[in-house]
Protein backbone atom coordinates (compact mmCIF):
# COMPACT_ATOMS: atom_id res chain seq x y z
CA UNK A 1 0.00 0.00 0.00
CA UNK A 2 1.10 3.68 -0.54
CA UNK A 3 1.90 5.65 2.46
CA UNK A 4 4.46 4.95 5.19
CA UNK A 5 4.15 2.16 7.35
CA UNK A 6 4.30 3.46 10.77
CA UNK A 7 3.39 1.86 14.25
CA UNK A 8 2.21 2.99 17.72
CA UNK A 9 1.73 0.98 20.88
CA UNK A 10 -0.84 1.41 24.07
CA UNK A 11 -0.02 0.71 27.44
CA UNK A 12 -1.13 -2.80 27.79
CA UNK A 13 1.75 -4.81 25.70
CA UNK A 14 4.74 -1.97 25.11
CA UNK A 15 7.38 -5.02 25.13
CA UNK A 16 6.11 -6.79 22.62
CA UNK A 17 4.80 -3.83 20.59
CA UNK A 18 9.22 -2.87 20.24
CA UNK A 19 9.72 -6.68 19.36
CA UNK A 20 7.75 -6.40 16.65
CA UNK A 21 9.40 -2.99 15.60
CA UNK A 22 12.69 -4.70 16.44
CA UNK A 23 12.18 -7.46 14.14
CA UNK A 24 10.69 -5.14 11.61
CA UNK A 25 13.49 -2.71 11.73
CA UNK A 26 11.87 0.33 12.34
CA UNK A 27 11.31 2.54 15.42
CA UNK A 28 8.05 2.75 17.25
CA UNK A 29 5.88 5.60 16.90
CA UNK A 30 5.85 8.28 19.51
CA UNK A 31 2.25 8.84 21.53
CA UNK A 32 1.26 10.27 24.34
CA UNK A 33 -0.44 8.03 27.05
CA UNK A 34 -1.68 9.92 30.39
CA UNK A 35 -3.70 10.41 32.58
CA UNK A 36 -5.81 13.27 34.17
CA UNK A 37 -6.18 13.94 37.75
CA UNK A 38 -9.24 12.02 37.96
CA UNK A 39 -8.25 8.78 36.48
CA UNK A 40 -9.43 9.74 32.89
CA UNK A 41 -6.94 9.04 29.61
CA UNK A 42 -5.46 11.47 27.54
CA UNK A 43 -3.54 10.38 24.54
CA UNK A 44 -1.80 12.11 21.63
CA UNK A 45 -0.02 10.93 18.87
CA UNK A 46 2.97 12.97 18.69
CA UNK A 47 3.91 12.69 15.18
CA UNK A 48 2.37 13.24 11.58
CA UNK A 49 0.34 10.33 10.51
CA UNK A 50 -1.41 11.71 7.62
CA UNK A 51 -1.39 9.43 4.28
CA UNK A 52 0.35 6.50 6.86
CA UNK A 53 -0.46 2.60 6.65
CA UNK A 54 -0.60 2.64 10.66
CA UNK A 55 -0.81 -0.09 12.82
CA UNK A 56 -1.92 0.18 16.59
CA UNK A 57 -0.60 -2.59 18.47
CA UNK A 58 -2.93 -3.48 21.90
CA UNK A 59 -4.07 -6.04 23.43
CA UNK A 60 -7.70 -6.00 25.06
CA UNK A 61 -7.21 -7.47 27.94
CA UNK A 62 -8.88 -6.52 31.73
CA UNK A 63 -8.96 -3.73 32.84
CA UNK A 64 -11.71 -2.39 29.97
CA UNK A 65 -9.16 1.10 30.00
CA UNK A 66 -7.14 -0.68 27.54
CA UNK A 67 -10.10 -1.00 25.22
CA UNK A 68 -10.54 2.57 25.60
CA UNK A 69 -6.79 3.40 24.75
CA UNK A 70 -6.88 1.28 21.58
CA UNK A 71 -10.16 3.31 20.83
CA UNK A 72 -8.85 6.34 21.05
CA UNK A 73 -5.20 6.06 19.67
CA UNK A 74 -7.51 4.99 16.24
CA UNK A 75 -9.73 8.24 16.86
CA UNK A 76 -6.80 10.15 16.63
CA UNK A 77 -5.28 8.37 13.94
CA UNK A 78 -8.16 9.00 12.06
CA UNK A 79 -8.52 12.61 12.81
CA UNK A 80 -5.11 13.11 11.69
CA UNK A 81 -5.84 11.55 8.38
CA UNK A 82 -3.47 8.00 8.60
CA UNK A 83 -4.89 6.73 5.35
CA UNK A 84 -5.28 3.28 6.88
CA UNK A 85 -5.58 1.92 10.45
CA UNK A 86 -4.25 -1.37 11.63
CA UNK A 87 -6.01 -2.62 15.12
CA UNK A 88 -3.03 -5.13 16.00
CA UNK A 89 -5.18 -7.03 18.72
CA UNK A 90 -2.94 -9.96 20.20
CA UNK A 91 -5.40 -11.07 22.23
CA UNK A 92 -8.99 -9.99 21.87
CA UNK A 93 -10.14 -9.37 25.32
CA UNK A 94 -13.86 -9.36 25.89
CA UNK A 95 -14.58 -12.46 24.18
CA UNK A 96 -15.63 -15.11 26.53
CA UNK A 97 -19.56 -13.67 25.81
CA UNK A 98 -19.51 -14.30 22.12
CA UNK A 99 -23.16 -15.45 22.22
CA UNK A 100 -26.56 -15.30 23.93
CA UNK A 101 -26.81 -18.78 25.93
CA UNK A 102 -28.64 -17.36 28.66
CA UNK A 103 -31.36 -14.80 28.72
CA UNK A 104 -30.45 -11.04 29.89
CA UNK A 105 -26.50 -11.43 28.87
CA UNK A 106 -24.50 -9.20 26.66
CA UNK A 107 -22.97 -10.48 23.86
CA UNK A 108 -19.23 -8.53 24.83
CA UNK A 109 -17.47 -9.59 22.04
CA UNK A 110 -19.77 -8.28 19.15
CA UNK A 111 -20.16 -4.76 21.26
CA UNK A 112 -16.29 -4.32 21.21
CA UNK A 113 -16.01 -5.27 17.27
CA UNK A 114 -18.43 -2.21 17.11
CA UNK A 115 -16.60 0.05 19.24
CA UNK A 116 -13.59 -0.87 17.30
CA UNK A 117 -14.88 -0.05 13.39
CA UNK A 118 -17.00 2.76 15.14
CA UNK A 119 -13.39 4.41 15.91
CA UNK A 120 -12.41 4.08 12.65
CA UNK A 121 -9.94 1.31 12.06
CA UNK A 122 -10.11 -0.13 8.80
CA UNK A 123 -8.57 -3.74 9.77
CA UNK A 124 -8.01 -5.96 12.53
CA UNK A 125 -5.00 -8.21 13.15
CA UNK A 126 -6.13 -10.35 15.77
CA UNK A 127 -4.38 -14.19 16.88
CA UNK A 128 -6.59 -17.09 18.76
CA UNK A 129 -9.54 -15.74 18.73
CA UNK A 130 -11.64 -17.59 21.53
CA UNK A 131 -14.14 -18.42 18.77
CA UNK A 132 -13.64 -18.35 14.84
CA UNK A 133 -17.31 -16.74 14.43
CA UNK A 134 -15.78 -13.64 16.27
CA UNK A 135 -13.96 -12.75 12.86
CA UNK A 136 -17.60 -12.21 11.64
CA UNK A 137 -18.44 -9.69 14.29
CA UNK A 138 -16.29 -7.53 11.81
CA UNK A 139 -17.16 -5.58 8.97
CA UNK A 140 -13.99 -4.65 8.34
CA UNK A 141 -11.28 -7.50 6.91
CA UNK A 142 -9.69 -9.32 10.08
CA UNK A 143 -6.34 -11.14 9.81
CA UNK A 144 -6.75 -14.16 12.07
CA UNK A 145 -3.56 -15.61 12.96
CA UNK A 146 -2.66 -18.62 15.26
CA UNK A 147 -0.07 -19.14 17.71
CA UNK A 148 -0.21 -22.58 16.86
CA UNK A 149 3.17 -22.47 14.53
CA UNK A 150 5.02 -21.39 17.28
CA UNK A 151 3.98 -23.45 20.05
CA UNK A 152 4.31 -26.73 17.84
CA UNK A 153 7.81 -25.41 17.04
CA UNK A 154 8.64 -25.51 20.53
CA UNK A 155 6.29 -29.13 21.27
CA UNK A 156 8.26 -30.85 18.63
CA UNK A 157 11.82 -29.85 19.78
CA UNK A 158 10.78 -31.24 23.27
CA UNK A 159 10.70 -34.68 21.54
CA UNK A 160 8.01 -36.24 23.23
CA UNK A 161 6.85 -39.57 22.34
CA UNK A 162 3.62 -41.72 22.73
CA UNK A 163 1.95 -38.27 22.94
CA UNK A 164 -1.73 -37.57 22.92
CA UNK A 165 -3.52 -34.01 22.30
CA UNK A 166 -5.94 -33.39 24.77
CA UNK A 167 -9.28 -30.66 24.36
CA UNK A 168 -10.10 -29.67 27.47
CA UNK A 169 -13.70 -29.06 26.56
CA UNK A 170 -15.60 -29.48 23.76
CA UNK A 171 -14.92 -25.79 22.28
CA UNK A 172 -11.29 -26.72 21.82
CA UNK A 173 -12.28 -30.11 19.84
CA UNK A 174 -11.06 -28.37 16.47
CA UNK A 175 -8.07 -26.69 17.51
CA UNK A 176 -6.47 -30.16 19.67
CA UNK A 177 -7.38 -31.79 16.10
CA UNK A 178 -5.41 -29.07 13.95
CA UNK A 179 -2.75 -29.01 16.73
CA UNK A 180 -2.72 -33.19 16.57
CA UNK A 181 -2.44 -33.22 12.85
CA UNK A 182 0.45 -30.84 12.42
CA UNK A 183 2.36 -32.73 15.19
CA UNK A 184 2.38 -36.51 13.43
CA UNK A 185 0.86 -38.51 11.34
CA UNK A 186 -0.44 -40.92 14.03
CA UNK A 187 -1.02 -38.49 16.91
CA UNK A 188 -4.26 -39.20 19.15
CA UNK A 189 -6.78 -36.85 20.26
CA UNK A 190 -8.68 -37.11 23.86
CA UNK A 191 -11.30 -34.90 24.63
CA UNK A 192 -12.34 -33.66 28.41
CA UNK A 193 -16.02 -33.87 29.88
CA UNK A 194 -15.84 -30.35 31.35
CA UNK A 195 -18.95 -28.70 32.73
CA UNK A 196 -18.96 -24.56 34.21
CA UNK A 197 -21.70 -25.24 36.96
CA UNK A 198 -20.93 -21.23 37.31
CA UNK A 199 -18.30 -18.82 35.86
CA UNK A 200 -15.08 -19.10 36.89
CA UNK A 201 -16.28 -22.29 38.08
CA UNK A 202 -15.14 -25.84 36.37
CA UNK A 203 -16.33 -29.40 37.03
CA UNK A 204 -14.42 -31.89 35.22
CA UNK A 205 -16.01 -34.98 34.71
CA UNK A 206 -14.53 -37.78 32.37
CA UNK A 207 -11.84 -38.15 29.85
CA UNK A 208 -13.06 -39.78 26.52
CA UNK A 209 -9.62 -41.05 24.99
CA UNK A 210 -6.79 -43.27 26.20
CA UNK A 211 -4.42 -41.60 28.06
CA UNK A 212 -2.45 -44.15 29.66
CA UNK A 213 1.01 -44.71 29.34
CA UNK A 214 1.60 -41.37 26.97
CA UNK A 215 2.43 -38.14 27.43
CA UNK A 216 -0.70 -35.88 26.91
CA UNK A 217 -0.29 -32.01 25.51
CA UNK A 218 -3.70 -30.09 26.66
CA UNK A 219 -4.09 -27.35 24.31
CA UNK A 220 -6.20 -24.29 25.04
CA UNK A 221 -6.49 -20.76 24.16
CA UNK A 222 -6.53 -18.59 27.49
CA UNK A 223 -5.40 -19.33 30.65
CA UNK A 224 -7.43 -16.95 33.34
CA UNK A 225 -7.85 -18.74 36.84
CA UNK A 226 -6.03 -22.12 35.67
CA UNK A 227 -8.82 -24.45 37.24
CA UNK A 228 -9.49 -25.74 33.78
CA UNK A 229 -6.20 -26.77 33.02
CA UNK A 230 -4.82 -27.90 36.18
CA UNK A 231 -7.91 -30.29 36.55
CA UNK A 232 -7.50 -31.64 33.62
CA UNK A 233 -4.12 -32.25 33.80
CA UNK A 234 -5.37 -33.93 37.19
CA UNK A 235 -7.82 -36.18 35.66
CA UNK A 236 -5.63 -37.36 32.92
CA UNK A 237 -2.99 -38.52 35.67
CA UNK A 238 -5.55 -40.25 37.78
CA UNK A 239 -6.08 -41.91 34.28
CA UNK A 240 -2.54 -43.06 33.93
CA UNK A 241 -0.92 -40.38 31.53
CA UNK A 242 2.55 -40.17 32.09
CA UNK A 243 4.25 -36.45 31.90
CA UNK A 244 1.20 -33.35 31.08
CA UNK A 245 2.13 -30.29 29.35
CA UNK A 246 -0.07 -27.74 28.66
CA UNK A 247 -0.15 -24.69 26.09
CA UNK A 248 -2.30 -21.61 26.60
CA UNK A 249 -2.22 -18.78 24.14
CA UNK A 250 -3.19 -16.24 26.67
CA UNK A 251 -2.20 -15.85 29.98
CA UNK A 252 -4.31 -13.72 32.06
CA UNK A 253 -3.10 -16.30 34.93
CA UNK A 254 -5.35 -14.22 37.72
CA UNK A 255 -7.46 -15.22 40.79
CA UNK A 256 -5.08 -17.91 42.54
CA UNK A 257 -3.62 -19.83 39.07
CA UNK A 258 0.15 -19.12 40.17
CA UNK A 259 -0.92 -20.94 43.45
CA UNK A 260 -3.13 -23.20 41.23
CA UNK A 261 -0.10 -23.74 38.77
CA UNK A 262 2.20 -24.35 41.29
CA UNK A 263 0.57 -27.36 43.06
CA UNK A 264 -0.40 -28.78 39.81
CA UNK A 265 1.19 -31.68 38.15
CA UNK A 266 1.55 -29.94 34.68
CA UNK A 267 5.27 -30.43 33.83
CA UNK A 268 5.66 -27.17 31.54
CA UNK A 269 2.84 -24.81 30.65
CA UNK A 270 3.67 -22.73 27.14
CA UNK A 271 2.21 -19.43 26.92
CA UNK A 272 2.34 -16.58 24.42
CA UNK A 273 3.65 -12.89 25.09
CA UNK A 274 0.04 -11.72 23.95
CA UNK A 275 -0.49 -10.34 27.45
CA UNK A 276 2.88 -9.49 29.87
CA UNK A 277 3.81 -11.82 32.78
CA UNK A 278 4.86 -9.67 35.73
CA UNK A 279 7.53 -11.35 37.55
CA UNK A 280 5.12 -12.94 40.41
CA UNK A 281 4.01 -15.13 37.59
CA UNK A 282 7.16 -16.15 35.72
CA UNK A 283 7.06 -19.83 37.72
CA UNK A 284 10.21 -22.09 36.16
CA UNK A 285 7.39 -24.84 34.52
CA UNK A 286 6.17 -21.86 32.57
CA UNK A 287 7.87 -20.97 28.71
CA UNK A 288 6.86 -17.75 27.04
CA UNK A 289 7.05 -18.16 23.32
CA UNK A 290 7.52 -14.67 21.34
CA UNK A 291 4.75 -13.90 18.98
CA UNK A 292 6.25 -10.63 17.33
CA UNK A 293 7.72 -12.11 14.44
CA UNK A 294 4.30 -14.10 13.60
CA UNK A 295 2.55 -10.14 14.18
CA UNK A 296 5.96 -8.68 12.56
CA UNK A 297 5.91 -10.89 9.25
CA UNK A 298 2.35 -10.27 9.28
CA UNK A 299 2.36 -6.77 9.13
CA UNK A 300 5.00 -6.68 6.85
CA UNK A 301 2.37 -8.33 4.52
CA UNK A 302 -0.48 -6.37 5.30
CA UNK A 303 1.64 -3.23 4.10
CA UNK A 304 2.65 -4.73 0.84
CA UNK A 305 -0.99 -6.05 0.22
CA UNK A 306 0.65 -9.76 0.37
CA UNK A 307 -1.28 -12.64 1.40
CA UNK A 308 -0.68 -13.69 5.18
CA UNK A 309 -1.82 -17.17 4.58
CA UNK A 310 1.07 -19.03 4.40
CA UNK A 311 1.80 -17.60 8.39
CA UNK A 312 -0.83 -20.52 9.29
CA UNK A 313 1.46 -22.77 8.54
C1 LIG B 1 -12.91 -21.70 27.93
O1 LIG B 1 -13.79 -21.85 27.11
C2 LIG B 1 -11.53 -21.30 27.56
O2 LIG B 1 -11.11 -21.93 26.39
C3 LIG B 1 -10.57 -21.58 28.68
O3 LIG B 1 -10.60 -22.97 28.96
C4 LIG B 1 -10.93 -20.83 29.93
O4 LIG B 1 -11.12 -19.48 29.67
C5 LIG B 1 -9.86 -21.03 30.98
O5 LIG B 1 -10.28 -20.41 32.14
P1 LIG B 1 -9.71 -20.82 33.57
O6 LIG B 1 -8.22 -20.81 33.46
O7 LIG B 1 -10.25 -19.74 34.48
O8 LIG B 1 -10.27 -22.17 33.91
Redesign the pocket.
Known sequence: MNGELKIFSGSANPALAADICRRMRTKLGSCLIDRFSDGELRIKINENVRGTDTFIVQPTFAPADNILELLMLIDAARRASARRITAVIPYFGYS?QERKDQPRVPISAKLVANLIATAGADRVLTLDL?AEAIQGFFDIPVDHLYAMPVIIRHIKRLGLRDLVVVA??T??ANRARAFAKRLGANIPLAFIDKRRPMA?Q?EVLNVVGDVAGRHCLIV??????????TKVAEILKRNGARDVYAS?THP?L??G?VECLNGSCIKQLVVTDTIPLGPEKRLPSIVVLSIAKLLADAIVRIHSERSVSSLFL
Open positions: RHPDGGNVDDIMDTGRTLAMSGA
